[in-house]
C-alpha cells in the first residue's frame, strides 16, 4: 500500500505547529506575488495601481484613514451596530428557540414564518427596514435584527432537539417536571452546541452590517469603503478590507477563547 505523505493524510489535521507554519507560507506567498505584480512605477506594471494597489501604497494609507477619515470612529459605528443588533436577535431567537424545541407544537405554529425569513436574501431586507425605521441608526441596529433573528432562533432549536433523549427520559425517572427538564437538563446540555452556532452567527452579523451601512451612514466601515469606492481610493479599500478581516479575526478568537473557559470539557 502506497504511503501518503506526512501530514495529507485523510481528514487528519495537521499539528499545530506545523498548521501555524502552513498559514503562515500561505500569507508569505500572497504577499510576495502581490509584492511583484505592483512592482515599478505606475505606468510600468503589470497590473494598473486602480486596480492593484501595491502593499507600501495601502500601508501608506494608514495615516490618512486614521486620522483624517476617523477611522476608529468608524469601527466603533459598526461594532455598535452589530452588538445592539445582534444582542436583540439573541434576545427574541434563543428564548423562542428554546421554547420551540422543548415544545414542537410551538416549533409547528412558528414555521411558516421562520422558514421563509430564513430564505429572504439578506439585501432584500433594506428596503422593509428603511420602510419600517427609516433610514436613520435604529434602521441599521433592527436590519441586523431581522436578519439574524430566523438563524438565531433556528441554531437554538437545533442545539436543544440535539441533546440525547436519554437525559430527558432519565430527568422524568426521577420525577423533574418539564419546565426543571428544559432549565436544569436541555438548555445546560445544549449551551456548548449552541454557543458554537451564535458565535458563527456573530460573524455572519459582522458581514451583514456593511450593507446597511452603504445607506445614510456618516461613519462605519461599510460606509468608508463606498466613499472610498466613489472617490476612487483603491489603496483605502484595500486598508478597510484587510481591517475588516482582522477585527472579524480578533473577535472570533475572543469568543473561541470565552468558549473554552466557558465549556472547557467541550471544545474540540
Known sequence: MAKSWPNLEL???????????????????????????????????????????????????????????????????????????????????????????????????????VIPMSNVPVAALIPLTILWFGIGESQKIMFIFVAAVPFVFATAAASILAVPDRYVDTARTLGASDRQIVLKVLVPTALPEMFRGLRGLFGLSFGYIMLAELINAPHGLGAMLNISQRRGLTEHIFLILAIIGLIAWAIDHGLEFLERKLFPYKVR
Do not use: H
Request: proline share 8%; glycine share 10%.
Open 11 to 113: 481528514r487528519k489535521s495537521p499539528a499545530p505547529a506545523t498548521g501555524k507554519l502552513l498559514a503562515a507560507t500561505c500569507l508569505v506567498l500572497v504577499g510576495f506575488f502581490w509584492f511583484v505584480m505592483t512592482l515599478g512605477i505606475a505606468e510600468e506594471r503589470f497590473i494598473s495601481p486602480a486596480i492593484l494597489p501595491s502593499p507600501g501604497e495601502v500601508i501608506g494609507a494608514i495615516p490618512n484613514l486614521l486620522f483624517e477619515r476617523n477611522l476608529g470612529q468608524s469601527i466603533a459605528a459598526t461594532l455598535g451596530r452589530v452588538l445592539a443588533g445582534f444582542s436583540l436577535a439573541l434576545i427574541v431567537g434563543v428564548p423562542f428557540g428554546v421554547l420551540a424545541a422543548s415544545w414542537r407544537t410551538l416549533e409547528a405554529f412558528l414555521k411558516p414564518i
